[in-house]
């Protein structure tokens, strides 16, 4: 029978359940403490996670030493009431990732694991270089594989009444390029498991590159690639052909950021975090899988269009702004527009609201800009790709919004773009744990500047686009 090592002992392999392969319940996350943007410094230094900064801490997670602090009983409460709800809903086994270096705490494991009835499996190894001490760093390969291979055989005396063995070697964690460290620890790890046979996951540093090295060395040492997880992938190899590249080495590619819907990365601010749609079409690539789905269209109804020429004819007149919410099909704005222009209506007046979850392909996109009207991105902030009211499109995140603008830019299109959030409803406000209305002038203007618009560029989208397009003949 095959057995799975837990901090509680030996249990059959077919007995784990659904399992998370990538989580920690405590660690010591300090040393990856980022000053905060000045302007928001006060909301982030607050020594709690309250409904008024939570919106913020979750842009900027690394900012707050409340939220990096998890290790505390704030957190060890949050997680047993975590794990006993992942145990009600049909949760089996969780895999703790926390090695030396981020403070391990194999007591709590094993008292959590006792508490909820989840499996827990403890692994061994060292996180990145610049969390160990001189000592440790100092250490050779054969010291390490001794040290990993005792904790996993012998197990570590949490006291003199609990002895735990650890199930794994992980997460072995490296930065780009690696430290010499780091190499030694992928030897040890390698070396360990060709003799152990257990599983092993690797943390890769913030590079394309970095996986391919990191398993070089693992393989060079006898590890074997199909006992080897390569974690935090999401954020790694972002082209499909780097990632089927990859997969073909025989690795367990994983993809452990769900849940991550922020698009900023404040670790590495030059990559877009990918939102859950993009990861789920990413394991769909390496699946083979062909997906067709038929979503719904709001067509007009003969009311709207009665209202969309009356709109038309208005303008014509008064010549004021006017702006379209149109139904959630690539052909509405488009026909919207043309009901508009045969009443009179000017273009140049008009913004089509809602174009980040309405046009979804770039080409689509720079037609209907030709027509000449201002294209509004005015979804900033929502970051869950899962649309509640259309839930066969994807919902973008704010870097693809971002990405969009930058697209209609280089196409001299900046004089027809416009910005803003859509706020309508509770938990997107600030005192509720949103974003609130600053997140635009907070968060998304900077971006636009090191992505390459000027400050002359971002004042014409955010001042004189609106300034434009709101005058009239009053």
């Known amino acids: 029978m095959a057995l799975v090592q837990t901090v509680r002992g030996t249990v059959p392999s077919n007995s784990l359940g659904f399992t998370l392969t990538h989580e920690h319940f405590a660690l ?39 939220n990096l602090a998890f290790e505390d009983e704030d957190t060890r409460l949050a997680v047993e009431k975590d794990l006993a709800a992942f145990k009600r809903f049909g949760g089996g086994t969780i895999v703790e990732n926390t090695s030396h270096g981020l403070n391990r705490n194999l007591g709590l494991m094993h008292d959590l694991s006792t508490a909820t009835g989840v499996k827990v499996i403890a692994g061994t190894g060292h996180y990145v270089a610049g969390t160990q001490t001189a000592s440790t760093q100092a250490m050779t390969v054969e010291q390490l ?41 992928i030897k040890a790890t390698g070396e360990i498991q060709e003799v152990i046979g257990c599983g092993v996951s690797f943390h890769p540093g913030r590079s394309e590159e970095a996986p391919f090295e990191i398993i070089r060395l693992y393989l060079e040492a006898g590890g074997k690639a199909s006992k080897c997880v390569m974690s935090h992938l999401d954020r790694t190899i972002l082209c499909d052909e780097k990632l089927l590249e990859f997969a073909a080495l025989g690795t367990f590619t994983q993809f452990d950021l769900f849940g991550t819907e922020c698009s900023y990365y404040q670790l590495n601010p030059a990559v877009d975090m990918p939102n859950d749609a993009q990861r789920i079409a990413k394991i769909l690539k390496l699946g083979d899988f062909s997906l067709e789905i038929d979503g719904f269209v709001d067509k007009l109804v003969d009311f709207e269009k009665k209202a969309i020429k009356a709109t038309g004819e208005i303008q ?14 690539e052909e509405a704005p488009f026909e919207i527009i043309r009901l508009y222009l045969e009443a009179g209506g000017k273009a140049s007046k008009c913004v089509m609201s809602h174009l980040d979850r309405t046009i979804l392909c770039d080409e689509k996109l720079l037609e209907f800009a030709a027509l000449g009207t201002f294209t509004q991105f005015d979804l900033f902030g929502t970051e869950c790709s899962y649309y509640q009211l259309n839930p066969a499109v994807d ?49 998304i203007l900077p971006r636009l500047n090191v992505r390459g618009l000027t400050l002359e560029q971002i004042d014409r989208i955010t001042i004189e686009n609106p300034s434009l397009w709101l005058q009239g003949k009053f």
């Open 28 to 66: 010591d996350f300090s040393p990856f403490y980022t000053e905060p943007p000045q302007p928001l410094t006060s909301f982030l230094e607050q020594p709690r996670i309250t409904l008024e900064n939570l919106g913020y801490i979750r842009q900027y997670p690394y900012s707050s030493r409340f």
């Open 395 to 443: 919902m973008p995140n704010d870097a693809q919004r971002i990405a969009k603008i930058l697209k209609l830019v280089a196409e001299g299109r900046e004089g027809q773009i416009l910005m803003s959030h859509d706020v309508h409803t509770k938990h997107r406000l600030a005192p509720f744990g949103g974003h609130g209305y600053s997140h635009i002038l907070n968060n």
């Open 316 to 329: 014509e007149v008064i010549g004021c702004g006017v702006s379209f919410h149109p139904g959630r099909s």
């Open 145 to 185: 594989t001794d040290m990993y291979s005792k904790e996993i055989i012998s197990g570590v005396d949490v006291n003199p009444n609990l002895n735990i063995k650890c199930g794994f070697i992980g997460e072995v964690g490296s930065g780009w390029p690696l430290h010499d460290f780091e190499k030694k620890a």
